[in-house]
T-cell receptor
Framework: GQQVMQIPQYQHVQEGEDFTTYCNSS?????IQWYKQRPGGHPVFLIQ?????EVKKQKRLTFQFGEAKKNSSLHITATQTTDVGTYFC????????????FGKGTKLSVIP | NAGVTQTPKFQVLKTGQSMTLQCAQD?????MSWYRQDPGMGLRLIHYSVGAGITDQGEVPNGYNVSRSTTEDFPLRLLSAAPSQTSVYFCASWYIRGTEAFFGQGTRLTVV
């Protein structure tokens, strides 16, 4: 079945440093989504990427979808303490699939 | 809008007991899923439904049953609780394939 791998599992950064998490799928994806889960909370949708090579920005967050539609990344510029949480990628594979398959997540800690 | 509502928020069961985790959404979403979240394991799909009367197994279905008699409700039944089912359970729904998933607040289940 489809597998979505995400690295690193943990990342500790000083406030103001940049942060990147990477996501790789074993199969070609029709789209990829990113979610953020605050400690003790539930996953909250951040963004969806659909097109090959797509790049989207949300303030300090930059999301990329690979040309082959099998990998993606989330980059945070100048982290803040409000960025603390676990970031998940989730992929939807080809036609006929209704499953949203999540990576294991990257837990971000920001040291003030 | 209430969104996705899960009950209860916390539950302690004894080994062998059965119970039902409730999930309801008021957004007229066709797709609903149950995930379990364990430390370092991300979100693993238990069961999902693509509409009333239609359910299918996900990655870790053993020990769980589901039914979808209405669009709004998607309960998850634990048949005979085991300590390995200690986890945080999330219900999610989305409108159509490839759109944003909305998560409930989660149910923290402990089996002793």
């Amino acid at each position: 079945g489809q597998q979505v791998m995400q690295i690193p599992q943990y990342q500790h950064v000083q406030e103001g440093e940049d942060f990147t998490t990477y996501c790789n799928s074993s199969t070609t994806l029709s789209n990829i989504q990113w979610y953020k889960q605050r400690p003790g909370g539930h996953p909250v949708f951040l963004i969806q990427l659909v097109k090959s090579g797509e790049v989207k920005k949300q303030k300090r967050l930059t999301f990329q979808f690979g040309e082959a539609k099998k990998n993606s990344s989330l980059h945070i510029t100048a982290t803040q303490t409000t960025d603390v949480g676990t970031y998940f990628c989730a992929g939807v594979s080809g036609a006929g699939s209704y499953q949203l398959t999540f990576g294991k997540g990257t837990k971000l800690s920001v040291i003030p | 809008n209430a969104g996705v509502t899960q009950t209860p928020k916390f539950q302690v069961l004894k080994t062998g007991q059965s119970m039902t985790l409730q999930c309801a959404q008021d957004m007229n979403h066709e797709y609903m899923s149950w995930y379990r979240q364990d430390p370092g394991m991300g979100l693993r799909l238990i069961h999902y439904s693509v509409g009333a009367g239609i359910t299918d197994q996900g990655e870790v279905p053993n020990g769980y049953n589901v039914s979808r008699s209405t669009t709004e409700d998607f309960p998850l039944r634990l048949l005979s609780a085991a300590p390995s089912q200690t986890s945080v359970y999330f219900c999610a729904s989305w409108y159509i394939r490839g759109t944003e998933a909305f998560f409930g607040q989660g149910t923290r289940l402990t089996v002793v």
